[in-house]
């Protein structure tokens, strides 16, 4: 069964302490990986788009890999308004809803001045 | 701007009642989807449109209702046989199903009073 497993739950981090966000994935073909940004009552944002295995990107602090197994959301010097759950989707590449996300359920990310 | 548009913010529902959440796009995408979001659970699937007048369950549809007479357009009934309704739910589109995240509306907050 296709699945995406986001760790830690909950993480709290002081003001300019580096760390990572991890999202592990079993999926029948990967076609894509995603990641979100959603602040409280809001919709997500989309951050990033990974395709294959090695690919890199960045957005200010923000820094995305992949691997064939999962994904890594790092965060380099955060400050108080990273604070946010950030989601990690994949998208599959066979069947027949081929086309649909699947979600984990996020690592809510807070970050203390 | 193009975006998309979820009204009301915030609806309440009184037992036995069918209410109706309106989601809109101008971005000229193909696919809709509603995803119902509820603490600890991550995004669930309830319904998804590739086309106008076409739509398929998703993981979670008993209790909704869905049409797409447009392709703009994408309501979501949430019918009296839905026991649980309270949650947090998301509108969102895509251009296509390959290589496509999406673009989420601002979200309907759903309340049973």
């Known amino acids: 069964e296709d699945q995406v497993t986001q760790s830690p739950e909950a993480l709290r981090l002081q003001e300019g302490e580096s760390s990572s966000l991890n999202c592990s994935y079993t999926v029948s073909g990967l076609r894509g990986l995603f990641w979100y940004r959603q602040d409280p009552g809001k919709g997500p944002e989309f951050l990033f788009t990974?395709?294959?295995a090695g690919e890199e990107k960045e957005k200010e602090r923000l820094k995305a890999t992949l691997t064939k197994k999962e994904s890594f959301l790092h965060i380099t010097a955060p400050k108080p308004e990273d604070s946010a759950t950030y989601l990690c989707?994949?998208?599959?590449?066979?069947?027949?809803?081929?086309?649909?996300?699947?979600f984990g359920k996020g690592t809510k990310l807070s970050v203390k001045p | 701007d193009g975006g998309i548009t979820q009204s009301p913010k915030y609806l309440f529902r009184k037992e036995g009642q069918n209410v109706t959440l309106s989601c809109e796009q101008n971005?000229?995408?193909?696919?809709m989807y509603w995803y119902r979001q509820d603490p600890g659970q991550g995004l669930r699937l309830i319904y998804y449109?590739?086309?106008?007048?076409?739509?398929q369950k998703g993981d979670i549809a008993e209790g909704y209702s869905v049409s797409r007479e447009k392709k703009e357009s994408f309501p979501l009934t949430v019918t009296s046989a839905q026991k649980n309704p309270t949650a947090f739910y998301l509108c969102?589109?895509?251009?296509?199903?390959?290589?496509?995240?999406?673009?989420f509306g601002s979200g309907t907050r759903l309340t049973v009073v």
């Open positions: 449109s590739q086309i106008v007048n076409d739509f």
């Open positions: 969102a589109s895509s251009p296509a199903r390959d290589r496509a995240g999406y673009t």
């Open positions: 990974l395709y294959s």
């Open positions: 989707a994949v998208q599959r590449r066979y069947g027949g809803s081929q086309g649909n996300l699947i």
């Open positions: 971005l000229n995408h193909d696919a």
